[in-house]
């Protein structure tokens, strides 16, 4: 009797721990089916569908012909060439994030600081970031401009010229997300073995080679995990050319393909081209993240 007290109560105690339990994880699982999984159902069907406006009244099935719609567009194609431009700012991120933390990792007054001061700019607002920079680079009163005109040369507009729009937009994005490289480089750089680097130099190895051949493989782990997070952001650039040209900018230099996306669902209501849109920028992104996880392969060192 008294055992079956115990039992019960033990049975009763784990079915009190698992309804908590299941409470707790339902809560994101029916986020994720609110917010992930019925929009990605409804993007799915509405890509293959004609729809007037923003519901389905008098929607029909057109199978393939918003995918030929998107795809025989020129300023598609266009956006997928000025994402694709934008994204060097990554390789850029990841090559000064590198030699950056290598410098910090001397013996340098104020590290910390340093530290700091480069991460402020990644956790900063994109809309103040962007507007900032706007005013910087702006024609008439940016602080670029004013050098300029000191230095006798004549002012550059630079937000109305295609050729310029995305360099500036490049040296921003180099601006505000080298600090968070930075960060990750610094602990990496501080788990590779000092023992290494002192065998490369008993064997006569310079400084060159022993950061070539010791150094780059050691953190080749954290380059790879920069590379893909940073391509996939930058494959879904699309805060700060929009704030910075709503319009699409000079020539439509500003419009990445998730703008064209936005452009095409709430500027001209065509959710079925803008749904068929976004899943085409879906096989872009799966796509070089499978390239990426094949060639590492070749290059992505896990030993410590």
């Known amino acids: ?32 089916c609110l917010f992930g999984l019925i929009p990605m159902v409804l993007a799915i069907a509405m890509a293959f569908m004609y729809i007037d406006g923003y519901n389905f009244n008098g929607s029909s099935f057109v199978g393939f012909d918003n995918f030929k719609n998107v795809l025989s567009d020129k300023l598609f194609w266009q956006s997928i060439g000025n994402t694709f431009y934008m994204s060097v700012s990554t390789f850029i991120n990841i090559l000064l994030a590198l030699l950056i933390a290598f410098l910090l990792t001397k013996k340098i007054k104020g590290k910390k600081v340093f530290r700091t001061i480069y991460f402020i700019p990644y956790v900063c607002s994109v809309v103040a970031v962007t507007l900032m920079w706007q ?16 230095a006798g040369g004549q ?53 060159f080679k022993s950061f070539l051949h010791i150094t780059v493989p050691a953190i080749s782990p954290t380059t790879f995990y920069l590379l893909i997070t940073g391509l996939i952001g930058a494959l879904q650039e699309f805060a700060r050319p929009q704030i910075l040209a709503p319009n699409g900018g000079p020539g439509d230099a500003g419009v990445t393909v998730v703008f064209y996306l936005y452009r095409r669902a709430f500027s001209y209501a065509e959710m079925g081209p803008a749904s068929a849109t976004a899943w085409l920028l879906a096989i872009i992104i799966l796509g070089f993240t499978v390239i990426n996880f094949a060639l590492s392969k070749l290059w992505v060192s896990y030993d410590s």
């Open 135 to 150: 005013w910087i680079f702006n024609y008439r009163f940016g602080i670029i401009n004013h050098l300029i005109r000191l």
């Open 1 to 32: 009797m008294y055992l079956d007290k115990v039992y019960n109560k033990r049975k009763f105690k784990v079915s009190k721990e698992g309804v908590a339990g299941f409470s707790l994880a339902f809560i994101p699982v029916l986020g994720f």
């Open 155 to 207: 002012a550059v507009d630079w937000w109305g010229s295609s050729e310029l729009f995305i360099p500036v937009l490049i040296l921003m994005g180099v601006w505000s997300g080298t600090g968070y490289g930075i960060i990750l480089y610094s602990a990496a750089l501080t788990n590779v073995s000092t023992s290494l680097y002192e065998a490369a130099k008993v064997d006569g190895a310079s400084s």
